[in-house]
């Protein structure tokens, strides 16, 4: 199968995912939540490595930590460990084709991000003493963090997008489910995750990892 019919694939079940699969049974939304990310995995597999073999390598276990974190987040503290390997795993993969020291303006939006998120988001935990969550999500807002900085340091405008996507789906996610409920939640969480995934898996082939101008300048 091609790249590019394998893409066209990606997007079709990803959007019978997202809009025309009920909640219930469950099952069944979990078989077809994890079909757009077997396939993603399927197209990051066959893409030619433009950058180092361990890379290419990283991104596919991340992506496979990912998908596995999609069926277990139902039970949510295990989900987000979960999850919280794969931002490590991708942020290992990062280092692995760091190019560049992070811009100021984008390490200041990020550390402000991280702020503003543990203000309001572990705070609001604290105050109803869901201790225990206060903990997880500060650890959580440091890893995706520490995830978008590497990102930006690969130059890589795949990555950086992809990392972008995934910090915006978890945040819209986290304010979702701990602070105020927001329309169309899931179809904003689902479409910048799948996004993200996608755009790591085709970092793989980016021609762009020595390259700064493209995005950051």
Not at 87 to 99: G, L, N, P, W
Request: one cysteine or more; hydrophobic letters at 60%; proline letters at 4%.
């Amino acid at each position: 199968m091609s790249s590019k019919i394998l893409a066209i694939t990606i997007a079709i079940m990803g959007i019978i995912y997202i809009f025309l699969i009920p909640n219930d049974p469950v099952g069944i939304k979990i078989m077809f939540k994890l079909i757009p990310m077997l396939l993603i995995i399927l197209f990051a597999s066959v893409q030619p490595p433009g950058l180092p073999k361990s890379y290419k390598t990283l991104i596919i276990l991340g992506l496979f930590i990912c998908m596995l974190a999609d069926g277990l987040i139902y039970w949510f503290i295990i989900g987000l460990i979960t999850f919280l390997i794969g931002h490590i795993v991708y942020i290992f993969a990062f280092r692995r084709i760091k190019k560049n020291t992070i811009p100021k303006w984008a390490a200041a939006l990020l550390l402000l991000y991280g702020l503003i998120m543990i203000i309001w988001i572990a705070g609001t935990l604290w105050t109803e003493g869901e201790f225990v969550l206060v903990v997880a999500v500060v650890l959580y807002i440091g890893v995706i963090l520490t995830m978008g900085w590497h990102a930006l340091q690969t130059g890589n405008r795949f990555a950086i997008i992809g990392a972008i996507l995934f910090i915006f789906s978890d945040s819209i996610l986290a304010i979702n489910k701990f602070i105020v409920a927001i329309p169309y939640e899931h179809a904003l969480v689902m479409l910048s995750y799948y996004g993200a995934q996608f755009l790591f898996s085709y970092s793989i082939f980016s021609h762009y990892s020595s390259t700064r101008n493209n995005l950051l300048k």
